[in-house]
């Protein structure tokens, strides 16, 4: 009876001190109560090494989930399950990343020749069967300045790119070519992009004819006709350009060219592609892969 009566008075002095306590660090008492009262864990040296094995992965790879993670570690030799990783993912901040807004760079108010989506009917095996192009922008301190690339669909592997501050034919022709230079192809490759202006020019074109690489273009207003080529340029944006500050051309084309072809290409995993990097995936095939 004496606790009983000790408990009933001492409960409404620890409301009235959770109340005082919300109120100054501006939370709710049953807030501050739920955090008092949460499970705690054990922190075991084990405990220690495997969040700094995930650490080291997040610090890497910026926008990585816990998928990917437990992927690389397993890759790394770390045996440990999606749950754990998650858990402290969480218990160390590691799950946040701020998205902006992804700008669409097309001009398809012209006159030019329009040619149908033949890639959404394509049934990929190999590389070098599609190919997917797209373009976006990257804004410096006080210009934007562009970005073209050329993507093998089947690999996910970023195979020509140019960067430059006009946003003419010139710039998609760039990374054309090094596409063109970089690989060996079989008749049928295709070659898909948006209905934009560049795309649709006379002169990038007629490359792609002289070639013989049959053109594809997204219908209107379909933005997943491109899907492939734009979640590249989602990844770069993320992964890459939103955790930099830039300020010249010269300090961005050195920036990418290591995203692109020291991590992209052979660094980063991709579910598609059963969480290989593109270069270890095309290694993996009979078929020769470069020129």
Known sequence: ???????????????RALKSLG?????????????????TYATTSNELELRAHIQ???????SYGYR????????????INHKLVLRLMRTDNLLCLRRRAFVNTTDSNHKLTIYPN???DLLLSNINQLWVADITYIRLRREFIYLAVVLDAYSRCC????????????????ALQLALQSRS???????HSDRGVQYASLEYVAVLQQNNIQISMSRPGNPYDNAKAERFMRTLKYEEVYMNDYDTLAEVRTSIQHFIEAVYNRKRLHSAIGYLPPAEFEASLSTPLWS
């Open 1 to 15: 009876m004496e606790l009983l009566t000790k408990e009933i008075v001492e409960r409404p002095a620890a409301e």
């Open 23 to 39: 109120e100054v660090v501006g939370l709710s008492r049953s807030t501050i109560s739920r955090r008092l009262h949460a499970p």
């Open 56 to 62: 080291s992965v997040a610090l890497e790879m910026r």
């Open 68 to 79: 990917p993670i437990t992927k690389e570690l397993h890759r790394r030799g770390v045996n």
């Open 118 to 120: 033949l890639a959404r």
């Open 159 to 174: 195979i020509g790119w140019a960067l430059a501050r006009y946003l003419d034919v010139r710039l998609p022709l760039a």
């Open 185 to 191: 192809w079989q008749p049928g490759l295709m070659h």
